[in-house]
């Protein structure tokens, strides 16, 4: 059972690997202006397998649950914005 276990582990550790960096790929792409639909249904397609293993590795006495896709929608990736620069020579934007 143990090693059933640990098999499971070792294939949810592989498959959000792979969610990753397709995820990675979609955001290169959307950044980019080009057409992610595939890479997102392949995406989506592991999203079930994911489920199915955690179904199977909580029924061995494992547990832990899977961020719905609302979450997951939520999150922020854009990048952090950058205070403006100050000119030289000013104190907060006046002119000495």
Same mark, same amino acid.
């Given at each position: 059972?143990?090693?059933?276990?640990?098999?499971?582990? @070792?294939?949810?550790?592989?498959?959000?690997?792979?969610?990753?960096?397709? !995820?990675?790929?979609? &955001?290169?792409?959307?950044?980019?202006? !080009?057409?992610?639909? +595939?890479?997102?249904?392949?995406?989506?397609?592991?999203?079930?397998?994911?489920?199915?293993?955690? @179904?199977?590795?909580?029924?061995?006495?494992?547990?832990? +649950?899977?961020?719905?896709?609302?979450?997951?929608?939520? !999150?922020?990736? =854009?990048?952090?914005? =950058?205070?403006? &620069?100050?000119? =030289?020579?000013?104190?907060?934007?006046?002119? @000495?």
């Amino acid at each position: 059972m143990d090693n059933k276990l640990s098999q499971i582990r @070792r294939k949810i550790r592989m498959l959000r690997a792979d969610m990753l960096t397709l !995820e990675g790929a979609i &955001r290169i792409q959307v950044n980019r202006d !080009e057409d992610c639909s +595939e890479a997102s249904f392949r995406l989506m397609a592991m999203r079930p397998q994911l489920l199915d293993l955690i @179904r199977q590795r909580n029924a061995l006495g494992g547990s832990e +649950e899977c961020v719905s896709i609302s979450e997951r929608l939520k !999150e922020n990736h =854009r990048p952090s914005v =950058r205070p403006k &620069r100050l000119a =030289r020579g000013t104190i907060s934007g006046r002119v @000495r």
